[in-house]
């Protein structure tokens, strides 16, 4: 299976930015995809982004054109560089891999690291 370890949350005012680290560990050569879920208090967590292996990216529109995710294959790492920060950015979020090993899908998710919006 795949572990993953979040890391660059924190608290930060409106309109600033944060960058989100994510470093995989295990099977990565199943991993098809890497993306980025949030959770706020008292609602469902929802996609942000994804990428593919092939890089090939997907947004929710709530973050077209403030955040970008990447991914170094290299490093088994993906980042979420979040800009123009607003209060409803302000939630847990999840670092997500997908993938096959030894053809059986795995869906694997990190810890989660807090991300809050306030002046």
């Known amino acids: 299976q795949v572990q993953l370890v979040e890391s660059g949350g924190g608290l930060v005012q409106p309109g600033g930015s944060l960058r989100l680290s994510c470093a995989a560990s295990?099977?990565?050569?199943?991993?098809?995809?890497m993306g980025w879920y949030r959770q706020a208090p008292g609602k469902q967590r929802e996609l942000v982004a994804t990428?593919?292996?092939?890089?090939?990216?997907h947004y929710a529109d709530f973050v077209k054109g403030r955040f970008t995710i990447s991914r170094d294959n290299a490093k088994n790492t993906v980042s979420l560089q979040m800009n123009s920060l607003k209060p409803e950015d302000t939630a847990v979020y999840y670092c997500?891999?997908?993938?096959?090993?030894?053809?059986?899908?795995?869906?694997?998710w990190g810890q989660g690291t807090q991300v809050t919006v306030s002046s």
């Open positions: 997500n891999a997908r993938g096959y090993v030894s053809l059986i899908a795995f869906n694997s």
């Open positions: 295990g099977s990565i050569f199943g991993i098809n995809a």
């Open positions: 990428i593919t292996s092939g890089g090939d990216t």
